[in-house]
DNA sequence: TTGTAGGCGTTATCAG
DNA sequence: CTGATAACGCCTACAA
């Protein structure tokens, strides 16, 4: 592969002249520019990134840290990096496959070996502090669907007590008064937020959720059907299952179907995060839209703005708020 | 951030021996390697990725060009490339938002910029003769999802042909004389090759294929709403619908549906791909399982060990063959 | 407008 | 076992 001292004797020029004309340099001939531009052509040259990064000391990537690229909850946020991330002629390095606080751990530093600048991390297990120590060294660092006060201005996340209340608001309106929840058995915030949101609703309304009536399991389709599984062995009772997601809400629906209750008629069925799948399941979702992309969007454009210099400013806050979708699955009692 | 050079001077000792005990290198004595090691600790060094990559020619970073990340069967793609990737632990460079030739070309540039010796490529629109030359200077190339004769031992691809055949004469065989086809309107090979298979098989079992029957959209929900539209608009006749991906199976499942026309009592449906939407829509879907994540492991597998110097054997071939999965929206006739 | 030369942080090849 | 020292490919003052 070509290098520049290859281009630079091939047109009797220095090498400064070429780096001139590859970076648009000011100053530099016209005739000479074409004549380098040319043998640049013609020796197919590519200037090599990590020397270039090496002498900059920076380099248009930013690095991504996410449990996987497969959910489509994920694949959304990935998506959401993407579409910024290429507006803004970045690269994107991700690290993927974390869980937990170690594996965490493990995808970020290499990115930090890469001297990426930017950053959009979605981490839930390592603790605050290892990111507000972070920021310090990393300037375009962001979280995404993470508040930490100290850093808040790094941060893009969404208001999960907000949302847990209004599905149980909603699903009252209607005229349910037995409820369900089918939530996640992730020791993260997020399910205790939601649930804490529902409770609070609940409570102002004055209907009673019994814990008998809470099923956790993993929050995939196959922890819907089971934690619904659950909840028909012990005999619970009710008109309505406020799902943690809507993976979990489609594989409850599947679980009840077998059964011969149907949705929504016999139960009502309410998800979370408004994936494509909650459009294309039968009966269609009813649902709270996290709008993910919109704050993987933010968190990019956050990220590389910040990590081009800006100061992110002291009182800076970013956090969104889950809307209701109102499909099929709901039925007014 | 600290470099190599203030931990040799830190801890009283060259460069040379720092990098010795940073990369394991052999003779180092046992109290000046503990030293160093803990000055490293102690300074919270990382070595510089770009520096290293400069010095020694090689990184361990795999280049990735998809269409997008959001798409179920995309998403698939690159979760299976890397699950590899972090089991080799390379990072992924991902350039996405490829579509059409220019784009492709415009995705795959930067990476052969930051030297990655091996790519997983997704192209549909660069000519074969392109990734023949683009080979010669890059090792570890491969190519997913497309077959070049020139270069079949860098190639994982599924045989679309043989899907069509797949589910034309399987609906065939359940009783089925009235099909309609519903395809993408996408100017890529795949569909082409399987309304091929479809055609091909279907002439074998002497059932007609009338060209009004067929029907072409974006291969997506809505594409699928829009083509069912269009056939039951025409008054086409049929019993069957063999889809071009599952996204528009589902969508023409929502279209039929509308149209009080019950899947599969009044008409059945194939998809293809089995993305996870098969599986969790209603009725269940019949489809063919494209086994994109193992193509995706082998692929990258490939890439890997191709880039480290392993020369692709001359009559390799990676052919991957899509299977039926029976569910729920065929019914016998 | 163009060239010279030093440096970016590592690795690797020599000697010692 | 350890230390100089020359690459690696590019950028960027500073000179010319």
């Not at 091939?10 to 970076?23: D, E, H, I, K």
Request: aromatic share 6%; proline share 5%; glycine share 6%.
């Amino acid at each position: 592969m070509a290098t520049m001292k290859e281009i630079a004797e091939a047109a009797g020029v220095s090498q400064a002249t070429v780096s001139r004309v590859l970076n648009n340099g000011p100053k530099v001939g016209l005739i000479t520019r074409q004549r380098v531009q040319r043998i640049i052509e013609e020796l197919n040259y590519r200037p090599n990134a990590n020397a270039r990064a090496l002498a900059t000391k920076r380099r248009n990537e930013i690095g991504v840290v996410l449990a996987d690229l497969y959910e489509p909850f994920f694949a959304t946020l990935a998506h959401g990096i993407d579409v910024v991330a290429r507006k803004h002629q970045c690269q994107i390095l991700i690290s993927s496959g974390s869980v937990g606080a170690d594996s965490e751990r493990n995808a970020i530093e290499p990115l930090l070996e890469h001297q990426c600048n930017a950053m959009v991390i979605h981490s839930k297990s390592l603790p605050d502090e290892y990111f507000v120590d972070l920021a310090r060294s990393v300037p375009g660092l962001v979280l995404i669907n993470r508040h930490i006060p100290d850093i808040a201005n790094r941060c893009v996340w969404l208001d999960n007590i907000a949302g847990g209340k209004l599905m149980a608001e909603y699903i009252v309106r209607q005229g349910h008064r037995d409820i369900a929840v089918v939530s996640s058995d992730f020791s993260i915030d997020d399910p205790i937020d939601r649930i804490s949101g529902i409770r609070q609703a609940l409570k102002e309304a004055g209907v009673e959720l019994k814990e008998s009536n809470i099923e956790y399991a993993e929050p995939n389709p196959e922890g819907g059907e089971k934690a619904v599984q659950n909840l028909l062995a012990k005999g619970a009772k009710f008109t309505a299952i406020l799902a943690y997601n809507d993976a979990m809400a489609s594989g409850a629906i599947t679980t009840l179907i077998d059964h011969n209750i149907d949705v929504p008629n016999d139960v009502s069925i309410i998800g979370y995060d408004d994936i494509l799948l909650a459009k294309y399941c039968r009966p269609k979702l009813t649902t709270l839209r996290y709008p993910i992309e919109l704050m993987a969007n933010r968190a990019t454009e956050l990220a590389i703005s910040y990590g081009n210099g800006l100061i992110p400013a002291q009182d800076a806050s970013f956090k969104y708020s889950p809307t209701l979708i109102r499909r099929d699955s709901v039925k007014r009692l």
